[in-house]
């Protein structure tokens, strides 16, 4: 124990301090990038630009709702209504824009804001009514899953016009010699600088860590936590609904849109090294545990698994990394 | 709410009540079902899409009882992993390989029905095992583990069933079907079930370790209570709840497919009853007799639904805004009592 | 201005004669060794504990004293050495071993369960049962029996909900359990921590008890006035090593001191303010109640320091909270900084530039998890923009500030980035204080600013506070150690049931203090133990 200074102790050999700075990086990132080489090997076509960028496309929904599950989870909660605002955004928007592609704006402006009218209620009960939020965003999950079915009579109807399609599966041609630059890898990224500056080099994001790690001690430094607390529901109920167009464009309309999304983001979040009850999380690792679990998606894919066997092997992988992460920190402490 | 239900006209009765109640640390989930009772009368009295109500119908009342078996089976599993500060997200997926296995394996034989029932008890035992071992030895998030462990098991269950698998003899079907006097089998299976979770957690040394665990698992472990393999077994017994559940569920369906647990919401909902039925989800806290009053609040609620006629889809709506009233109710009720 | 109010006294124990000194010590510890990653915590530790004996272990935080206590209570396997128990060599692999052979150990967070009753914690995991069925008329039966071996039957019934009962009742619980293992040695650490004065008396009693009754107790404690009340010998340990063990009767409290600290500390408090540092008055209330207060007035002036002293629940925290907008006061008029003002929320009251140090660092201090620098950023992230800055964390200007503070209050880490939890306990209460002091705060309220802090950091924090009245802050400061309240305060205001029930001038007695923080008017007849030594503390 010293003052604090900056300097590393000189007595350690260069390949010693490497190495202990190769183990301070977020394992998250090391599989990300075992899943990808592996990727490249079996399928080398998927490094040249346009299948990637293609790939890119494809994962931007669950990493953007991935994000906004973060913001949730370092707060101290969970938010298992994401799934539902997707199916929703998807069935609803098919039913308001009905393939007129004039309504393309406004009903994008309707769905963010059935977004955050989503995550004010969810932050609101979990906030002014205490109740945890895995019960509260639990009850959401029906409420918005009952409001899109019943709008829509309980199978898709409509169609959604080619404007509003274009954000999850078309891009701007022809630029930097590529076929197509998908919107959706530019929503990605916009959404990915934007969600990092919030969490990390903003006062917002180091109020809402310090919330989710310590309530009362956020509140007593002049937090304001129900604020802080309703605003990271907001962020993620809007996230979906931003996921929500993107699978709907790529996917089209279908009741199954958003199933089990819930829990991929939470999973995705976890991967990433994110604390579950709070205090701890990071954007970009959140990000990157969805982008390997696409990857792993791919590659079990090219192995050609049947689709179903993708679910265990993705339970063993979640299993297997959270399994690891608690060892290692076990082990450092 | 309180003020539609008859007693509402003497404050001092409720008061009263609510002091008793509060005085032997009864949990407001008995309060919820009988004004939700009340409410459902009055609800039948005037909106009511037949001419009978419901409560003098015995039909409708023991058909409430009978909606309460499947999610209040292996809601009392559930409480169990939760008291113990833990929760399994794989029940669903269990019912459904349950219900899958069972009429897979019976394949109409009567002969069968033995031996599929006890192999399907050792695989939910295995699983239980399983999910307990994850959480304890590698001390993964129980939400993680048992969401992991959950999705192996649909990844397995649906790359080898596609559809309805089989089906079971109709001399099972009697487990959902047939009647004791008045009570249906399924119904005195369930009581059975609460019954012995009441006991298990009240009367023996087991509960008290359980609570032990979830109340404080330092403290547990400084007793020298051997807290891994009493959350362990926790886990065994839910899953373990969870086929009994299955069971009954492929009973009443004649076969199993592979979407009927996770359709059913199982997962989610029987963690719903329990948080309403008073068990804290941070453990320690809690019992079976709450959790089985969380489920008649659903089963009732979804009778007074059928008998006032609202579409399916709204009662997914009104269920859900349920689950959060019912328990904010009491959360709000708590903190304003602590000052 | 008082010294000090240890250097003062040859002081003889209270307690009762010692036991004959048993021949044969029934704990024994010889040449222990445990080594942490980066610190020695034991280095060579030889004691040995008699029955019928209280002996008192002290040392700063970080002395190893805690480390010691695990190795007996076998929660941490020491590296080498040998512990002996009954004379024969022993090894304890796991806590529970250690109590099923007699070896009792209570925490300062205690180990009990709120949701069970007390039968049930008193015997978790040793329930009698018949084939796992808990035999539950024996349970409060055996229960009933422990109690009443300690006379506490009637204050606490078998089949109560724990967490119904007081922190004494807890501790007594605590108690009765080590007694029903039939403990030959109990440890305590740092009991009194949480308890109010009356109720130290009643523990006094329990321990003196068990002692009696042949019973080896192993007391930690940093308040060495109870060390002196109750221990016959007293073990100081110093950076892992074991300075000395003696008998109390060859010791003063100022050596003891020395001891631990390893020089000889003369000037324990700073001094007062002189009367050109008092300024404006910065808040005023007039009447002003809620629930838990009823009709406080004060005047708190710019460069002044008021201690507040009372009992625990006689309103002190309420005070605070109140004047911070945490439970607001209902009624009345609050001035601060010539404005009337009546904060809702806290946020308000940092705002206006008010600051409290609370009394619990962990609960309500710190975000553990987070590094030092936004922990100390924290407050100031309140004060800046509303709308929050982009980059703002980033920029070198915040965490500039940041480490200046942390120079400023001596925070020692190796990094800003270190997370709050791995610091030690003195650490981290600089951290909350460089938290606070980032706000420039006119008015800080500190709420039990050194409690569980080692003698030197205590000198330390005593010198900032002091330093920032100087510099013109009004500061509010509520302490259970009188010593301390005597010590620091320019006047002192004693609280008693929701009330200001008077104020004293510095330099007042500990009997004057304690007459009024039992609620008795100036009027009635009191006694104290030893009035005039008492004064000579603090002339």
């Keep these: 124990m010293t003052q604090i200074t900056a300097t590393t102790s000189a007595s350690e050999s260069f390949g010693a301090r490497a190495m202990h700075w190769l183990r301070t990086i977020n394992p998250v990132y090391y599989i990300a990038l075992v899943l990808l080489v592996a990727v490249g090997y079996l399928n080398p076509v998927f490094y040249t630009p346009d299948p990637f960028l293609a790939f890119l496309a494809r994962a931007a929904p669950l990493m953007i709702l991935t994000a906004g599950q973060v913001f949730v989870l370092v707060s101290g909660g969970f938010d298992l209504s994401v799934g539902s605002v997707v199916t929703s955004t998807v069935i609803i928007s098919a039913i308001l824009a009905n393939n007129d592609p004039n309504s393309t704006w406004w009903v994008i402006l309707f769905l963010l804001a059935g977004g955050v009218l989503v995550g004010l209620i969810n932050g609101a009960v979990t906030t002014f009514l205490k109740v945890p939020s895995l019960i509260s965003t639990l009850g959401m999950l029906l409420v918005v899953r009952g409001v899109g079915l019943l709008w829509s009579g309980g199978a898709p109807r409509g169609y959604l016009p080619d404007n509003l399609r274009m954000f999850g599966r078309s891009g701007i041609e022809g630029i930097f010699g590529l076929r197509q630059f998908p919107y959706a890898v530019i929503l990605l990224v916009v959404f990915a600088v934007l969600y990092w500056l919030l969490l990390h080099r903003m006062n917002y994001g180091r109020q809402l860590l310090a919330l989710g790690d310590n309530p009362r001690a956020s509140r007593l430094s002049g937090v304001n936590i129900s604020l802080v607390r309703v605003s990271a529901f907001v962020i993620c109920s809007v996230s979906?609904?931003?996921?929500?167009?993107?699978?709907?464009?790529?996917?089209?309309?279908?009741?199954?849109?958003?199933?089990?999304?819930?829990?991929?983001?939470?999973?995705?979040a976890v991967l990433g090294g994110t604390m579950l009850l709070g205090g701890r999380g990071s954007v970009p690792a959140a990000m990157t545990g969805a982008l390997a679990l696409e990857v792993l998606f791919t590659l079990l894919n090219l192995m050609g698994l049947p689709k179903p066997l993708r679910d265990a092997v993705q339970g063993l992988i979640i299993i297997g990394a959270v399994a690891y992460t608690a060892y290692s920190t076990r082990k450092t402490r | 709410m309180t003020a539609l239900t008859p007693s509402a006209a003497s404050p001092s009765v409720i008061d009263r009540a609510r002091a008793w109640a509060r005085a032997r640390n009864i949990p407001p989930v008995y309060g919820i079902l009988v004004i939700i009772f009340f409410v459902s009368i009055l609800a039948d009295l005037f909106f009511g899409i037949d001419n009978q109500l419901f409560i003098f119908n015995p039909t409708i009342l023991t058909n409430i009882l009978v909606r309460s078996v499947a999610l209040g089976i292996v809601a009392v599993g559930q409480t169990f992993v939760v008291l113990g500060a833990s929760i399994d997200l794989s029940v669903a997926y269990m019912i459904s390989v349950t219900a899958v296995g069972a009429s897979y394996l019976m394949a109409g034989d009567p002969n069968r029905v033995w031996w599929t029932v006890i192999v399907l008890f050792v695989v939910g035992a295995v699983v239980g095992l399983v999910n307990g071992t994850i959480i304890t030895k590698l001390k993964v998030n129980p939400l993680i583990a048992t969401l992991g462990v959950g999705l192996i098991l649909k990844g397995l269950l649906n790359a080898s069933f596609a559809n309805f698998a089989g089906s079971v003899p109709i001399s099972f079907q009697a487990f959902a079907y047939n009647a004791i006097g008045p009570l249906?089998?399924?119904?005195?299976?369930?009581?059975?079930?609460?019954?012995?979770?009441?006991?298990?957690?009240?009367?023996?040394?087991?509960?008290?370790?359980?609570?032990?665990?979830?109340?404080?698992?330092?403290?547990?472990r400084l007793s020298g209570l051997h807290t891994d393999r009493i959350l362990t077994i926790a886990h065994v017994i839910c899953s373990m709840t969870a086929v009994l559940t299955g069971l009954f569920v492929v009973s009443r369906l004649r076969s199993g497919a592979p979407w009927v647990g996770t359709d059913g919401l199982y997962d989610l909902e029987s963690i719903a009853a329990t948080v309403i039925g008073g068990t804290a989800l941070s453990g320690g806290k809690g019992g079976v007799w709450g959790t089985l009053a969380g489920v008649l609040i659903f089963s009732l609620l979804d009778t007074m639904f059928n008998q006032i006629g609202i579409d399916a889809y709204m009662k997914q709506i009104l269920r859900g805004a349920v689950i959060i009233l019912a328990v904010g109710f009491y959360t709000f009720r708590s903190k304003a009592e602590q000052g | 201005m008082a010294e000090n109010f240890l250097t003062e006294t040859e002081h003889e124990p209270i307690a009762p004669p010692p036991a004959p000194p048993a021949a044969q010590p029934v704990l024994e510890v010889a040449h222990i060794a445990k080594q942490f990653p980066g610190v020695l915590a034991l280095d060579d530790v030889s004691v040995a504990f008699y029955p019928g004996e209280v002996h008192a272990v002290v040392g700063e935080n970080g002395a190893g004293k805690s480390t010691l206590m695990k190795v007996l209570a076998g929660a941490i396997r020491p590296d080498s050495g040998e512990l002996r128990f009954d004379g024969r060599p022993v090894t304890f692999n796991h806590p529970a071993e250690a109590q099923q052979a007699g070896i009792s150990i209570i925490y300062q967070e205690f180990n009990l369960l709120p949701e069970r009753t007390v039968a049930e914690n008193i015997f978790l995991g040793r329930e009698p049962h018949r084939f796992g069925v808990i035999d539950y008329k024996q349970l409060e039966a055996d229960t009933l029996a422990v109690l009443e071996r300690l006379e506490a039957q009637d204050l606490i019934s078998p089949t109560a909900q724990l967490g119904t009962l007081s922190v004494a009742q807890q501790q007594i619980v605590e108690i009765a359990k080590a007694l029903s293992f039939d403990a030959k040695v109990l440890i305590m650490d740092e009991p009194t921590a949480a308890l109010a004065s009356q109720e130290v008396a009643v523990l006094t009693d329990l321990v003196r008890r068990l002692q009696a009754g042949g019973m080896a107790i192993i007391y930690i404690s940093h308040r060495l006035v109870e060390v002196f009340d109750l221990a016959q010998r007293v073990t100081v340990l110093k950076d892992g090593q074991k300075v000395t063990t003696e008998m109390i009767g060859d010791l003063n409290m100022s050596r003891i001191v020395e001891l631990m600290v390893g020089r000889v500390l003369s000037e324990y408090f700073p001094e007062r303010a002189r009367p050109e540092d008092i300024g404006e008055v910065v808040l005023r209330l007039r009447g002003a109640s809620n629930d838990a207060l009823h009709d406080i007035d004060l005047e708190l002036r710019a460069g002044e320091i008021i201690g507040i002293a009372g009992l625990q629940g006689s309103g002190r925290t309420a005070l605070a909270q109140a004047i911070f907008g945490v439970e607001p006061f209902e009624t009345g008029t609050m001035e601060f900084a010539g404005r009337a003002e009546l904060f809702a929320t806290p946020s308000q009251a940092i705002r206006r530039r008010l600051g409290y140090v609370t009394e619990d660092r962990k609960y309500e201090g710190l975000a553990l998890k987070q590094p030092i620098n936004d922990n100390i950023l924290l407050t100031l992230r309140t004060l800046q923009n509303k709308v929050s800055r982009v980059f703002r964390n980033g920029t070198r200007s915040d965490r500039e500030m940041a480490l200046e503070l942390a120079r400023r209050v001596d925070v020692r880490a190796p990094t800003m980035e270190r997370e709050v939890r791995t610091l030690s306990g003195g650490n981290q209460q600089k951290v909350v204080l460089a938290k606070w002091l980032a706000t420039d705060a006119k008015l800080l309220i500190f709420d039990e600013p050194t409690r569980g802090i080692d003698v030197e950091a205590k000198a330390s924090i005593h010198e900032r506070i002091r330093e920032l009245a100087r510099a013109g802050t009004a500061v509010l400061m509520i302490s259970s150690e009188l010593p301390e309240v005597i010590g620091m305060s320019d006047r002192i205001l004693v609280m008693w049931d929701g009330a200001i029930i008077g104020e004293l001038p510095a330099g007042a007695s500990e009997a004057e203090i304690m007459h009024l923080a039992t609620g008795q008017k100036e009027d009635t007849k009191y006694e104290i133990r030893d009035t005039s030594e008492e004064r000579a503390l603090d002339s």
């Design chain 1, 240 to 268: 979906a609904a931003i996921a929500g167009i993107l699978i709907g464009g790529r996917g089209g309309v279908s009741i199954e849109a958003g199933t089990g999304l819930e829990m991929q983001s939470i999973a995705a």
């Design chain 2, 184 to 220: 249906p089998i399924s119904v005195l299976v369930l009581f059975a079930v609460v019954i012995a979770g009441w006991f298990l957690l009240r009367r023996t040394r087991y509960g008290a370790h359980l609570y032990a665990v979830g109340g404080s698992e330092e403290t547990a």
